[in-house]
């Protein structure tokens, strides 16, 4: 999801906006609010002390937090990440629920349409150079302290704190230790937040992200997900800057630790398959509609876990000896692993599924395993136009979120159908799926042979009902003994 994609569906039906923040942060939300014709919702700025700030900013009232009763409007945080946790335990402590950190959302005035990619750690990390030097040391300190969190040095903390206090301001130590030991906790326990990119200006120099690069590179990585903007990054935390600070112990110390990690790149030792999963969830994130935080679908054949087992599907179905020599269609296509695993025996797969990051997943795993007969497209089966027909139509629990009234999907599918070819029809939830026997009848009012029907609840928690049709205007034995 793109952060423009993130900034519309947050905004979804806001009328009541308030921006905590006056200064640029929050100014540039207010921009970005103005230009999209939403500057009458914004209904002032919240600040924490309003001596320190005029009483209107961009002519709306600066309003003192505690001032604030309204409990129920959006508060979009746009101050600078550094006091991005204070202003949230104010904020929770004052009885606000409905705010969100929109410090990354200044950055919307830079993205491109393709600024989200995934990208090897170690070349991110080279990026980090200027002039032939290393420019970006507090990724290493960041790094040292993350070993020491974990019992493996005693003084990675001790240089962090230094470091932010000189970095930031007198002080700040304690506030960025907290919240440092907080995220190191987070991915100690969960992993990988493959949902905050990593910000980067054109020429990937870190601009948002040095913690999350640190922790990359601690926990053996092999990809991080970016955001390039069309910005310079102005840090540069080189050695130079390190020895204007520190003692030349301390100095000594990160500088031999550089050498330690770019000497090993121990990732390395991970298989090309153990990389490839890494990366599609990664790629995966939140970028799927529905599912409970894994694929939708599983690939068994490279030991890939999803909600819905696909070889148990298969096996339901009876597809692997039906599909055998077969050109398929399949609706809706998702990540394209029901797809994959059919192109073994199938002539010819194609899949066509409206989730641009799913399509990708689904060509780094075909590409990885070689399978060169199986396709994947990006679009809108409802306004898909086809150049062939198929043996074999797969509409596998798709049918209601397609947007086509009953008789125009079903007019659509029959139309790509081969005369005597099959079509596998599957209903959601069958306690919701109130449709699914109308949609039954039209296929059989259009000339479909009802030839095998049951019920499958392959992931143990929602029972789906399914059909599975044959031309009748051709006759042939495939279903024979499959009744």
């Known amino acids: 999801m793109s952060l423009r994609e993130e900034w519309n569906r947050l905004l979804k039906n806001e009328s009541s906006i308030y921006i905590y923040g006056a200064g640029k942060y929050g100014k540039k939300i207010f921009r970005q609010l103005k230009w999209e014709g939403k500057e009458e919702y914004v209904k002032g700025f919240l600040v924490s002390d309003v001596a320190k700030n005029p ?69 991110l990390f080279g990026k980090q150079y200027d002039a032939g030097k290393f420019c970006r040391f507090d990724v290493i300190v960041r790094l040292l302290a993350a070993e020491a969190y ?16 000189a970095r930031v301001r007198s002080g700040y130590a304690d506030i960025a230790e907290e919240r440092f030991r907080c995220l190191l906790k ?34 053996k990585l092999t990809y991080v997900k970016i955001r390039k903007i069309d910005a310079d990054a102005m840090a540069d935390y080189g050695m130079r800057w390190f020895l204007a600070r520190f003692k030349s112990d301390d100095c000594k110390k990160i500088a031999e630790k550089f050498d330690l990690i770019v000497a ?12 490839l999963k890494e990366k599609i969830y990664l790629m995966l994130g939140k ?30 179905y009876g597809l692997r000896s ?50 060169d007969n199986v396709f994947f497209e990006t679009g809108d089966f409802k306004e898909y136009v086809p150049d062939e027909k198929y043996d074999i139509i797969l509409s ?17 599918v029959m139309g790509m159908l081969k005369e005597g070819g099959c079509l596998f029809f599957e209903s959601q ?38 059909v599975i049709y044959k031309d009748g205007m051709r006759n042939d034995n495939t279903f024979e003994g499959q009744e």
């Not at 910000?199 to 999350?212: A, E, M, Q, Y």
């Not at 296509?333 to 990051?357: H, K, W």
Request: aromatic share 12%.
């Open 55 to 123: 009483e209107m900013v961009e002519e709306k009232p600066v309003i003192h937090i505690r001032d604030l009763k309204e409990m129920n409007g959006l508060i979009l945080i746009a101050v600078s990440d550094r006091y991005q946790d204070e202003i949230i335990k104010l904020l929770e402590e004052s009885g606000f629920t409905k705010f969100v950190n929109a410090y990354k959302y200044t950055f919307l005035e830079y993205e491109d349409e393709d600024s989200l990619d995934i990208i090897d750690v170690w070349e």
């Open 150 to 165: 974990f019992g493996e040095n005693d003084f990675g903390m001790s240089l962090y704190r230094k470091m932010q206090d």
């Open 186 to 219: 987070c991915w100690n326990e969960k992993g990988y937040d493959a949902d905050s990119p990593i910000i980067v200006d054109k020429n990937f120099r870190l601009i948002d992200g040095s913690h999350r690069l640190a922790l990359a590179l601690y926990f």
């Open 264 to 275: 090993a790149k121990n990732y390395d030792a991970k298989s090309e398959e153990e990389k």
């Open 287 to 316: 970028n799927q509609d529905f599912g409970r935080g894994i694929f939708y679908q599983s690939l068994e054949e490279i030991g890939i876990a999803g909600q819905r087992p696909t070889e148990k599907r298969i096996e339901t």
């Open 322 to 371: 039906l599909v055998e020599g077969k050109n398929i269609f399949d609706i809706g296509c998702n990540c394209g692993f029901m797809d994959i695993s059919l192109a073994q025996v199938a002539q010819s797969v194609r899949g066509v599924e409206y989730n641009d990051t799913l399509v990708r997943i689904a060509e780094s795993v075909k590409n990885f395993l070689g399978r």
């Open 396 to 412: 596998f629990a798709v049918h209601q979120w397609i947007g086509l009234p009953i008789e125009k999907y079903c007019e659509k």
């Open 429 to 466: 939830d069958i306690e919701k799926d109130k449709e699914f026997e109308k949609y039954c009848w039209e296929f059989e009012d259009r000339g479909l042979e009802k030839v095998k029907e049951g019920r499958i609840s392959d992931d143990l928690q929602i029972e789906r009902r399914y």
